[in-house]
């Protein structure tokens, strides 16, 4: 079952803008995953972030993890159109769940030039 | 360069025939991998789990009889979708653990007629 909630469903900036999207999950993980998808594509990985980590960059790329919230956020910064796509988060329970992920809903961003 | 492969990307079958989809790593081993499906503009479902040398766990409410699971090797993972209705045209992903995170499959785009 879907865990993840993710906001907002949909989101539509302009190139240069800053987009942040939004997660939360119901259960205790072990780490959390973001993913991009292009449309009809397979998942790129984004980022991963460890339960004991608080925030994570990479490149353009910022995440954020709160575990009393059971929250996490992924901000692009200085969107460019070429990252239009749909966003997933998805947590990893660890444990003899490890590997297996549960999805959040997904951000379809658009970005237009 | 992709490190999960998957085959075929896409098929259209008739309704009441047997699709095999396969998985397979590349330059690594993978002796659990996973199975996802994507309905149009949803987001990812886990199916079940691929176990190299032992039977697939699959999650509640998808049916083993349907959805045959079979880790061949340590590199290749098949899921064959059997006696195929329209109800079961989605996109199947597969994906392999790895210690930073999930390498995904590109996706088999499945159309039952």
């Known amino acids: 079952s879907q865990q993840g909630e993710e906001d907002p469903q949909a989101l539509s900036i302009q190139e240069g803008e800053n987009a942040t999207m939004n997660c939360s999950y119901k259960?205790?993980?072990?780490?959390l995953q973001w993913y991009r998808q292009n449309s009809g594509r397979g998942l790129v990985h984004l980022i991963l972030?460890?339960?004991?980590?608080r925030e994570k960059h990479s490149g353009r790329l910022r995440v954020t993890l709160d575990t009393s919230k059971k929250s996490s956020s992924l901000l692009i910064t200085a969107s460019r159109a070429a990252d239009t796509a749909s966003y997933f988060c998805a947590t990893d329970g660890g444990g003899t769940s490890y590997g297996k992920l549960t999805f959040g809903q997904g951000t379809i961003l658009t970005v237009h030039p | 360069g992709a490190v999960v492969s998957q085959h075929p990307s896409r098929v259209i079958c008739k309704s009441g025939t047997s699709v095999k989809i396969e998985c397979r790593s590349l330059?690594?081993?993978?002796?659990?991998m996973f199975w996802y499906r994507q309905f149009p503009k949803q987001s990812l479902m886990l199916m079940a789990t691929s176990n190299e040398g032992s039977k697939a766990t699959y999650e509640q409410g998808v049916e083993k009889d349907k959805f045959l699971i079979n880790h061949a090797s340590l590199t290749l993972s098949t899921l064959t979708v059997t006696s195929a209705h329209p109800e079961d045209s989605s996109f199947y992903i597969c994906s392999a653990p790895v210690v930073a995170g999930e390498y995904f499959g590109p996706g088999t785009r499945l159309l039952v007629l």
């Open positions: 972030i460890r339960s004991n980590e």
């Open positions: 330059d690594f081993q993978a002796t659990t």
């Open positions: 259960t205790s993980i072990n780490n």
